[in-house]
């Protein structure tokens, strides 16, 4: 049914005239010649310490919970997808249906959305809206509270040849002394690992052979423990015990599968994370752990005709969150608003959220470093246009494949994110099938307890 039935229950109830509209998800809407798009609706929920509320905004706004907290007197945190997803699942839906009062919550209304003529409900299945009159909507919100807490998303610049001057123009906007002297610091590019310049040179090296990469990585016995560890893990079933790198490459892992392990191991391992909690480096890693194997398991599924470099998509996978720990690193007194609002904003690309709030994204700041430290323009181009999904150029695949790989893990129930509809033509555009898809990342997510393991060894 394109309409969950709790759903339709609600509306049914309140006798409420609506048209089920198929919306994808870039926001594509066949519309009669000189109609006006209606505005999509998406639900978030929050809390404090009176209970959950239900908050009704225009899908291309960020919910500002300070404008809440100066409007209502009421300090707003997220509600984690791990609480939310009981309740979807419950009802059978597979997002938060934009519909007042959901599960019996005080709703708070964006203003904006009664000047609007028409609106698109989120029904609670990807896909399908429902779209109805701003006087049917008027009929289902009389018991709601109406403020002005959402901000227009600013635009992503996807032109990497921008990236340099936006990311020293956003220096511009902090004010602070002692702000200002921790960037322009940190805005000198540290120095590349020594390991990961010695693979980075290796990687060039035709005649590179498989003492050569055991040498460089037992040079750094942390970094050899890790491979070791990864090589070992359940997760590949390898038989006998792995007691070296030597054997992790010949027997498990391979040479090129380690040389870009070790990389990406090294790459993580530069930045401090020091204003990091304990939860959020555990998250990094996971998240590391989990779209590497995914990528890894959708590269497999797809034709050898038309299959991406496997190393190349495995360490774009590893580091897909690298810039994460940047942000941490360059805006340390910034990081934890970026944090509270992302996570109270599901509906909005991360990036958006660092765009508003300083001004650059974490991923043009990690591709701008990589670059500079000359790492492969694939691994560049997948960090620089992840959330970018009708980029088109050179090396578009690694960019969709961390793309796919991530929403269909989020789609399967992993990480802070309650899912998201994935365009079909990402799918297309990679040659890959969405049924094998999917069904690659449920056994992924079932071998959890392994990728758990493997992402607390590499914690450390």
């Known amino acids: 049914m394109s309409v969950p039935t709790s759903v339709l229950a609600i509306l049914e109830k309140q006798n409420v005239q609506f048209n089920v509209t198929t919306f994808d998800a870039r926001g594509n809407l066949t519309l009669v010649a000189g109609e006006t798009a209606p505005t999509l609706v998406k639900s978030v929920i929050v809390q404090d310490a009176k209970g959950r509320v239900q908050v009704l905004m225009p899908a291309d706004h960020i919910l500002d919970l300070d404008a809440m907290f100066r409007q209502f007197g009421r300090r707003f945190e997220a509600v984690v997808a791990a609480d939310i997803r009981p309740l979807i699942k419950k ?39 429902l779209e109805l009159s701003q006087n049917e909507f008027g009929s289902l919100i009389n018991q709601a509270t109406t403020g002005s807490f959402g901000i227009k998303t ?19 906007r902090f004010t602070e002394r002692r702000i200002r002297q921790r960037l322009d610091e940190t805005l000198e590019l540290p120095p590349l690992p020594e390991t990961a310049h010695r693979i980075i040179k290796l990687r060039a090296d035709p005649d590179a052979d498989i003492s050569d990469l055991t040498n460089i990585v037992e040079v750094d016995p942390s970094l050899a423990a890790q491979v070791v560890s990864w090589a070992a893990s359940p997760y590949y079933s390898a038989p006998g015990k792995i007691k070296s790198v030597h054997d992790a490459i010949v027997r498990v892992l391979g040479f090129d599968m380690v040389l870009n392990l070790a990389l990406g191991l090294a790459l993580g391992k530069t930045l401090s994370m020091e204003v990091m909690s304990k939860r959020e480096v555990d998250n990094y890693w996971r998240g590391a752990v989990y779209t590497a194997a995914a990528v890894e398991g959708l590269v497999t599924s797809i034709d050898r005709a038309h299959r991406p470099g496997f190393g190349m998509s495995y360490l774009s996978g590893l580091l897909n969150n690298f810039g994460h720990l940047v942000l941490a690193e360059i805006f340390p007194p910034y990081f934890e608003s970026i944090n509270r609002m992302v996570a109270a904003n599901p509906h909005i690309p991360s990036a958006a959220i660092e765009q508003h709030i300083i001004g650059v994204t974490g991923n043009q700041i990690a591709a701008w470093l990589l670059d500079n430290w000359n790492m492969p323009e694939e691994v560049v181009t997948a ?48 040659h890959l099938d969405p049924e094998t898809a999917r069904v690659t990342i449920e056994n992924i997510l079932e071998s959890g307890d392994d990728l758990d393991e493997i992402a607390e060894n590499l914690r450390g």
Do not use: C
């Open 91 to 129: 009802d059978d839906l597979s997002t938060i249906p934009a519909i007042p009062s959901w599960k019996g919550m005080q709703t708070f209304i964006e203003s904006s959305l009664l000047k609007k003529d028409r609106l698109m409900l989120e029904s609670g299945n990807f896909g399908h809206v």
């Open 154 to 172: 600013p635009a992503l610049v996807n032109d990497p040849s921008l990236d340099e001057s936006q990311i020293f123009a956003s220096i511009d």
């Open 383 to 430: 960090l620089r246009q992840k959330f970018n999904t009708s980029y088109d150029g050179e090396n578009q695949q690694y960019a969709k494949l961390v793309y796919v790989a991530q929403a269909l893990l989020a789609n399967g129930g992993f990480g802070d994110s309650l899912g998201t509809e994935i365009p079909e033509s990402l799918f297309t555009d990679l």
